[in-house]
């Protein structure tokens, strides 16, 4: 890694400014969109990503990478100012799109997502980018196998970089909208609730007593207000939980008393992950220091993807790295010990051959033929929980299906826009 530009890696939000464009005034997005040189249909992730960085999540960036950040990105680990930096933030269009759409550089585009305006993107340069170069730098492995290579290869021949403003703000469905919390707003709540000090937790999982520890033990850590659960939500892969159960189960812990209602919060990001291991930490710690977190915690496999990553690859990342303003809370597993006769952690306890780890394809099993587990690692309030969302939201399976991926309540819906 080349040598870091001298720049205040520590300033929260990264950069120092919480980056929001959003345009609430619905006559001027009118007159925006507009003005557009042409209507530009985004898929899934593109929308998602327009959201995030208009509401801050990924301040400092305004847009969708130019050159010279990609590069500096994939190469070095900062943008091109020196910010750290870990993952591309890219979009890709065609040589053909670009065609049929007459784009070019210094045109204003009007995206849209199903069928409606979404955000101006204003085009300030088109390029071309090695994409093996990327994959082997942001993965460590060209393998396509690796679903983040993969989402790399797929990627269309050009990248087209510029600043992205949301006209039409997306309304989030139940029981979404209760864990919506852009950072703007996230900030205001921990102030409200006079927490100064809150640690993230990064999950895409219902939470069985591991998970719980794993929480409560970094909180412990970092000597922390509260916890902030941060779920991931976005592209699903079939098996997968369904992001009610996520967000709902999470939920239960608090609103069940396994936490205080004045130290544990459940929120969400919109995210598609890359499974870039460490360098997906890097990109976490920064979005949740955007959130107002002051630490995240990391366990094993963090963002991981088969074997293609060490163990514990997150917590060694951050020592190459300036400090982030965000302080790592390095976590170890929590397991059952039966001669403890309780959840105990790897780092004291000294029955190691006795230890009986939390097997998610065991609890999975468990779930999905509706057996109730053991208290002891899995609350059945949480467990009650899963199987509401399974008859809810599920189409009867707490687990993502065809069915699902067809039919599933969305997440946030893009509001009709006259324009």
Known sequence: MSQHVAVDNTLSPHGGKLVYRVVEDKEKAKELAKKAKARVPVRGQIAREC??????????????????????????????????????????????????????????????????????????????YDKIAMAKHVYGTDDEKHPGVKRTYDYKAKFLGGKITLINPPVFNPPFDRFWFPPAESRMQFMKNGWTKVVAHQT?????????WLMKGAWFAANADAVLVSCVVGEKRK???????IVLGQAALREYGYFREDVHMTSMILWDMRYAGPREAVFHAIVRKNLGCTHHMFGRDHAGVGDYYPTYGAHEIF????????KSVLTKEWYYCPVCAGIVYEGFDGH?????????????????????PTRLIFRPEVFDTVMMC??????????????????????????????
């Open 319 to 326: 020592n190459g790295l300036p400090d982030l303003g965000i």
């Open 51 to 128: 959201i995030s960085i208009a509401y801050g999540f990924f301040s400092p960036l305004e847009g969708f990478m130019g050159a010279k950040d990609v590069d500096s990105v994939v190469h070095n680990m900062t943008l091109a100012n020196g910010y750290v930096w870990s993952i591309p933030i890219v979009f890709d269009m065609s040589e053909e799109e670009i065609e049929k759409y007459g784009i070019a550089k210094g045109d204003s585009v009007l995206f849209t997502y199903k069928d409606q305006p979404l955000a101006i993107f204003d085009v300030e340069e088109m390029f071309v």
């Open 204 to 212: 895409r999982n219902v939470p069985h007593t591991g998970h719980e």
């Open 239 to 245: 098996g997968d939980y369904i992001d009610e159960c």
């Open 352 to 372: 190691k051959k006795q230890k009986q780890k939390f097997s998610g394809t065991v609890i999975r099993s468990i779930i999905q033929q509706g057996v109730k």
């Open 390 to 419: 399974a008859e809810k939201y599920g189409f009867g399976s707490p687990f993502v299906n065809d069915n699902y991926l067809e039919n599933r309540n969305p997440v946030f819906t893009i509001p009709p826009m006259e324009v």
